[in-house]
């Protein structure tokens, strides 16, 4: 039997699992005082026919059911693609009773309430499990519209979750890609790269960042910047990794031709007859002096280096480009 009441004020809605009438009224009413829609089913079989139906904001299950008890019951919510985000609150009557709270937030409930509550606190706590679903909604929501590839994996390494910009970088569906290990999917040989390591050891992990190479679905090897973090589940275990990976290709050839830049402008500095030095415009000491003024005024590199121009008093007969370093 089941059965949905509202009082009008909020579209928050509320599915209850329990097989005692007295804790579904009990339950129900304080919710729908609270401004929440309500729905009540009896058991775990019922309630999972409800759930799929209906969509609700949150479930509070009891653990102690018969046909299918909260713990089934949560586990089959979980596992329910549709159903796996929403927040799930078990009840259980044993006061204290640790083990069944453990085993709960394994089995995937976000929070237990022991019998007997006090009205404020289930309230609060229903309140607290839908703004933080509702807040989760809306960062999955960011992910799957960011610029940025970002997704999930297990701790066997295979990816769990690809946004849609990390879908269009690899050109395949979330069904192609899902299931298959990280460095399959972006075409890299673990041996190559030194964060495999770090993937393969989760009592170990903790953060790191990598720049690797990876060919994209137009044929083009890019340079990404990735970072890789543990997801860590209600009990401080590692349960899996988030990763954010960055196109930087751009950059990396600004700086490529940077390099390549500085590398000329170094062996045209060293290599040109004229002696050269650059000095700092506030204290006129010398910053760098190529070859040729070392041999023609005859002081080592070093020695050019401990002196100021005023040390120096130019040949009249040579020619010398003196660039001048602004310190700000």
Wanted: net charge negative; charged share 30%.
């Amino acid at each position: 039997m089941h059965g949905i009441e509202s009082n009008g004020h909020e579209d928050s809605s509320v599915l209850i699992v329990n097989d005692e009438p007295d804790q579904l009224t009990l339950m129900g009413g304080l919710l729908r005082k609270a401004g929440y829609s309500v729905f009540t089913a009896e058991d775990g079989v019922e309630g999972l026919t409800l759930a799929r139906r209906e969509r609700p904001d949150l479930v509070i299950s009891d653990v102690s059911m018969p046909r299918m008890n909260g713990l089934e019951f949560c586990r089959e919510i979980r596992s329910d693609s549709e159903l796996k985000s929403v927040p799930i609150l078990l009840i259980t009557a044993h006061q204290k009773d640790t083990e069944s709270a453990v085993a709960g937030l394994k089995a995937g409930a976000d929070d237990y309430l022991e019998i007997p509550f006090d009205a404020p606190r289930l309230v609060a706590k229903v309140s607290r499990l839908v703004e933080r679903s509702r807040l989760e909604a809306s960062y999955r929501d960011l992910v799957e519209h960011a610029t940025d590839m970002i997704f999930t994996q297990d701790l066997t390494g295979r990816v769990t979750s690809m946004n849609l910009a990390g879908q269009q970088f690899l050109g395949g569906s979330s069904e192609e890609i899902l299931g298959n290990s990280f460095f399959a999917v972006f075409g890299i040989i673990p041996e190559s790269n030194g964060f495999a390591a770090s993937l393969r050891r989760p009592q170990e992990s903790r953060e790191f960042r990598h720049q690797f190479v990876a060919r994209s679905a137009a044929g083009e090897d890019r340079w990404l910047d990735l970072i890789v973090s543990p997801i860590k589940d209600k009990l401080d275990e590692t349960v899996g990794f988030r990763g954010l990976a960055r196109d930087i290709t751009e950059r990396k050839q600004f700086e490529e031709a940077l390099r390549d830049s500085e590398e000329r402008y170094r062996l045209l500095f060293e290599s040109t007859p004229q002696p050269i030095w650059v000095y700092n415009e506030d204290t006129f000491h010398f910053l760098a002096v190529n070859e040729a003024a070392t041999r023609i005024y005859g002081y080592t590199r070093d020695e050019f280096l401990s002196k100021t121009i005023h040390d120096i008093r130019a040949h009249e007969d040579i020619p010398t480009l003196m660039i001048k370093n602004d310190p700000n």
